[in-house]
């Protein structure tokens, strides 16, 4: 029996992959002069901000100095907050809020493994913060996915050991820090892209924690 789940944020609770991309492609296209493709961004999911902006100038062949990329980080922000600040509960991701009670139901903790510093405002927003029993974001965590510490902080805080946990990932970036952690990881998105995951998923619709648990070997 599993011990805890520990859930991303963009792309798995609310659809802010989409926001990143925009305000990224913005910040390469207004200030970089290149633009940047829908596959070239699957490499940034789940990858911090400024590990974010170093891909994206190394894509363009753009070399910047320090205070140069703190500047342009800071603006993609800025346009990035711009387009969360219109969130509301509407914009959680189908079936979330039924699993999440679901799995609460079944006696299993719930964590945020995040690597945003964005992610305690936008749960906020959504109206979902005190569904967590832990929440580990940006502000916690001193190396971005792919490295395990985000995931193994959740679990430690949880008091559960890897192998009682469960990752649920939209990145290929988080399914590989998911299993160097240790633990099973579900994929959200597609079996192409997601290749390493134990199980891949479209959504969580629907979904029981018995099929679940059957899927992933529990
Ligand atoms: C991750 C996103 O959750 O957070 C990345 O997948 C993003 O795209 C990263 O770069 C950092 O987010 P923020 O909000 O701190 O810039
Ligand atoms: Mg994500």
Same mark, same amino acid.
């Given at each position: 029996?599993?011990?805890?789940?520990?859930?991303?944020?963009?792309?798995?609770?609310?659809?802010?992959?989409?926001?990143?991309?925009?305000?990224?492609?913005?910040?390469?296209?207004? #200030?970089?002069?290149?633009?940047?493709?829908?596959?070239?961004?699957?490499?940034?999911?789940?990858?911090?901000?400024?590990?974010?902006?170093?891909?994206? !100038?190394?894509?363009?062949?753009?070399?910047?100095?320090?205070?140069? #990329?703190?500047?342009?980080?800071? !603006?993609?922000?800025?346009?990035?907050?711009? !387009?969360?600040? #219109?969130? %509301?509960?509407?914009?959680?991701?189908?079936?979330?809020?039924?699993?999440?009670?679901?799995?609460?139901?079944?006696?299993?903790?719930?964590?945020?493994?995040?690597?945003?510093?964005?992610?305690?405002?936008?749960?906020?927003?959504?109206?979902?913060?005190?569904?967590?029993?832990?929440?580990?974001?940006?502000?916690?965590?001193?190396?971005?996915?792919?490295?395990?510490?985000?995931?193994?902080?959740?679990?430690?805080?949880?008091?559960?050991?890897?192998?009682?946990?469960?990752?649920?990932?939209?990145?290929?970036?988080?399914?590989?820090?998911?299993?160097?952690?240790?633990?099973?990881?579900?994929?959200?998105?597609?079996?192409?892209?997601? %290749?390493?995951?134990?199980?891949?998923?479209?959504?969580?619709?629907?979904?029981?924690?018995?099929?679940?648990? #059957?899927?992933?070997?529990?």
């Amino acid at each position: 029996q599993p011990k805890a789940f520990l859930f991303d944020l963009d792309g798995v609770i609310v659809d802010t992959a989409h926001f990143h991309y925009q305000a990224w492609r913005r910040l390469a296209n207004e #200030k970089l002069g290149f633009d940047i493709s829908e596959e070239f961004n699957e490499s940034l999911k789940g990858v911090s901000r400024t590990e974010s902006l170093d891909r994206i !100038l190394a894509h363009g062949n753009v070399a910047l100095n320090p205070a140069e #990329k703190e500047a342009l980080a800071t !603006l993609k922000n800025d346009w990035y907050v711009e !387009l969360i600040n #219109k969130m %509301t509960p509407d914009d959680i991701l189908p079936g979330i809020n039924e699993f999440l009670a679901k799995t609460r139901l079944a006696g299993i903790k719930i964590g945020l493994g995040s690597v945003s510093k964005n992610a305690k405002p936008i749960l906020e927003r959504i109206g979902i913060l005190n569904a967590f029993d832990a929440i580990i974001d940006g502000t916690k965590i001193t190396k971005g996915k792919p490295d395990p510490e985000v995931f193994l902080k959740g679990a430690e805080e949880l008091g559960a050991s890897p192998d009682q946990c469960v990752v649920f990932e939209d990145a290929v970036a988080g399914i590989e820090a998911g299993r160097r952690a240790g633990m099973k990881t579900v994929g959200i998105g597609q079996p192409d892209i997601l %290749t390493e995951a134990d199980v891949v998923l479209a959504n969580l619709n629907n979904l029981t924690i018995e099929d679940l648990q #059957k899927a992933l070997h529990f």
